[in-house]
């Protein structure tokens, strides 16, 4: 059975760093490509970064430079390195892993950013 599972969330005040955890289990993990969404109420789900199976990245333009995706296919996990935060990175953070019409998501985890 597949699980996502996404951690690492909470308040952080502007400026400051967080990094999210997602934690796949219950498959061949180095075949899939991993991604990590966010949602804001009444918004629709957009594209902040993903890593292919061949650890290539990419970014939305509104976090290069200060977001870093990263994956350890040994230990089957997804990560997200959150620096520089701003108030209009709140938002529920969702994990996505997928493999051509496959795809998986995590239940969220929330980023607060404010003083």
Sequence with gaps: QVQIV????GLVQPGGSLTLSCAASGMKFDAYNGQWYRQTPGN???????ISNYDITEYADSVKGRFTISRDNTKKMVYLQMNSLKPEDTAVYYCNVHRHLTSY???????????
């Design 6 to 9: 996404e951690s690492g969330g």
């Design 44 to 50: 629709l789900r957009e594209l902040v970064a993903g």
């Design 105 to 115: 998501w995590g239940q969220g985890t929330q980023v607060t950013v404010s003083s």
